[in-house]
């Protein structure tokens, strides 16, 4: 990747995402566990990150974007509504589930597994080439995530929490090549805007259809509004990121992210890390950084 002013722009506002990444993981965890509802916090935290990407919106296109919307193809709303349903639908869903028995730092680390997996799918669905050193990392990976896990080094089962976790990772490595294909037809604050939409509405369906008083429209804490501002950033972030240094780049910088919550989930909520915990969880790092190197020597 040639360094030009407009790579240098998808390294910022993919390092932005970075930060608010690493601050998500402590501001979801502390806010899913004050609202005892997952089901509720994820979609009141994405009906703001629709309003705070709405504003946005506004503002970056100085007013409504109609013929941008009037213009959409078929096959390009039919990617936004695939990338708002998995990324803003099921993974948001699933890593809301997951944080009432996880930590913060487990669902922050999970963004590795999911640039590991973005990667494969790429493999897979855009036949880049992947070489076996890829293959021995992502195992490692793998394992150390099973030891973050479970705390230890003896075989136990993942906590139920970890396992949600991880399928909403897979979901969101989907949805990230599609949002590749989809920013390069579609400016990316409208992808964005499309991509909460859609998401809210699979989160407000599936609220109705599953729960009991789902009660959407009770009232809402501060972890919400913040949790809803630091994705709106993120997603934002992320696509124009993309658009400018590619998804697999970008992902790959997100990994930092784990750094960030580990230490705000230690210093702040004091929790209590193991050393094996400690010691996979760099091992994780490491090897995303190990991976961002093969695959572009000239990343860092």
């Not at 360094?3 to 608010?20: D, R």
């Not at 890593?95 to 990667?119: K, N």
């Not at 400016?187 to 859609?198: E, H, Q, T, Y």
Request: with cysteine; aromatic share 12%.
């Amino acid at each position: 990747m040639a360094i030009n002013k407009e790579s240098i722009q998808g390294v910022i506002f993919a390092l932005v995402g970075c930060v608010g990444l690493g601050i998500l993981g402590i501001v979801d965890k502390v806010g899913t566990l004050e609202s005892n509802n997952p089901f509720v916090f994820s979609t009141q935290s994405l009906l703001f990150s629709l309003l705070f990407t709405l504003i946005f919106a506004l503002f970056y296109f100085k007013g409504l974007p109609i013929r941008k919307i009037s213009n959409l193809s078929i096959s390009s709303l039919g990617l936004i509504i695939l990338v708002g349903v998995f990324a803003s639908g099921i993974f948001i869903l699933l890593r809301f589930i997951g944080l009432t028995e996880s930590t913060g730092t487990f669902a922050t680390l999970s963004q590795i597994v999911t640039t590991s997996l973005t990667a494969v799918f790429a493999w897979f669905i855009l036949k880049e080439q992947l070489s076996k050193s890829f293959w021995g990392l992502f195992i490692v990976i793998i394992l150390s995530m099973y030891f973050v896990s479970v705390g230890s080094l003896t075989l136990a089962s993942v906590k139920s929490g970890d396992i949600y976790i991880l399928f909403g990772a897979i979901f969101l490595a989907v949805a990230n090549i599609f949002s590749r294909i989809g920013v390069q037809k579609v400016d990316p604050i409208l992808f964005s805007l499309g991509r909460f939409i859609f998401g809210s509405i699979f989160l407000l369906i599936t609220g109705l259809l599953l729960v009991n008083n789902y009660g959407i429209l009770n009232s809402f804490t501060g972890w919400v509004i913040l949790s809803g501002l630091l994705w709106a950033m993120n997603v934002i972030a992320f696509n124009l990121a993309i658009k400018r240094i590619g998804v697999t780049f970008t992902t790959s910088l997100l990994m930092m992210a784990p750094i960030i919550t580990i230490l705000l989930e230690y210093s702040l909520l004091k929790h209590h890390f193991t050393f094996v915990q400690v010691a996979a969880a760099l091992v994780v790092v490491a090897g995303g950084l190990a991976i961002i190197l093969h695959k572009n020597p000239l990343a860092l």
